[in-house]
């Protein structure tokens, strides 16, 4: 199993500041997305995104969050103005095809405090 | 959001027991279903996934799903300690991999040796 790398793995930031989670990518993997989990709650989809476009996205990626690969980089989920309620588990999952087994990392969990 | 429930447990078991997990959704309108296993401090990891009524068998895994009652199960013969985590059921719409999961709220598993 492809190991999916997520970076920082904790973060603790002040309400009102921009954070940008990342995920390191393998170079197979074409379909990315972002899942969060509250403490307590369920995972939650968050974005999906390919060929340096969104493919889907819910009602909670509203227009604070943004994400982007620029040049085959890092896939980054921006948060621009965080919330109190932003607090909770970040995770990306990587996949080689849009209908094949996507790998979950392991997490960033932000604190916004 | 209550498209997708499962009984979080906790749930505690003797080594070797069968296991039972299970989740209810309301929506007719997923048709892939999967089970993840999450370790502490770690991502959702895939076990299982099915498309439409049926059962599934991967080692002591057994994935169950009955679409007319809106319903999937996973069994775990033979359990281990190893199979303590939480183990979260999912599903989507048209797809399956990672995109637009509807996940439940996870039954956390203790094997007992």
């Known amino acids: 199993e492809p190991e999916v790398t997520q970076t920082p793995s904790h973060q603790v930031t002040q309400m009102g500041q921009e954070v940008i989670l990342r995920c390191v990518p393998i170079?197979?993997?074409?379909?990315f997305y972002w899942y969060r989990q509250i403490l307590g709650q369920k995972v939650e989809f968050l974005v999906s995104?390919?060929?340096?476009?969104?493919?889907?996205k819910s009602e909670i990626f509203d227009d604070q969050f943004s994400v982007e690969r620029p040049d085959g980089s890092n896939f980054t989920l921006k948060i621009r103005s965080t919330k109190l309620e932003d607090s909770a588990m970040y995770f990306c999952?990587?996949?080689?095809?849009?209908?094949?087994?996507?790998?979950f990392g392991q997490g960033t969990r932000l604190t916004v405090v | 959001q209550k498209e997708v429930e499962q009984d979080p447990g906790p749930l505690s078991v003797p080594e070797g027991a069968i296991v039972s997990l299970n989740c209810t959704y309301s929506n007719s309108a997923f048709q892939y279903f999967m089970w993840y296993r999450q370790y502490s401090r770690k991502g959702p990891e895939l076990l299982m996934y099915?498309?439409?009524?049926g059962n599934k068998e991967d080692g002591r895994f057994t994935a169950q799903v009955d679409k007319s009652s809106k319903y999937i199960s996973l069994f775990i013969r033979d359990s281990q300690p190893s199979d303590s985590a939480t183990y979260l059921c999912?599903?989507?719409?048209?797809?399956?991999?990672?995109?637009?999961?509807?996940f439940g709220t996870g039954t956390r598993l203790t094997v007992i040796p």
């Open positions: 170079s197979n993997h074409l379909y």
């Open positions: 099915t498309y439409s009524s």
């Open positions: 995104f390919y060929n340096n476009e969104i493919s889907e």
């Open positions: 999952a990587r996949a080689v095809k849009r209908n094949t087994e996507a790998f």
């Open positions: 999912a599903m989507n719409y048209g797809l399956s991999g990672a995109n637009n999961l509807f």
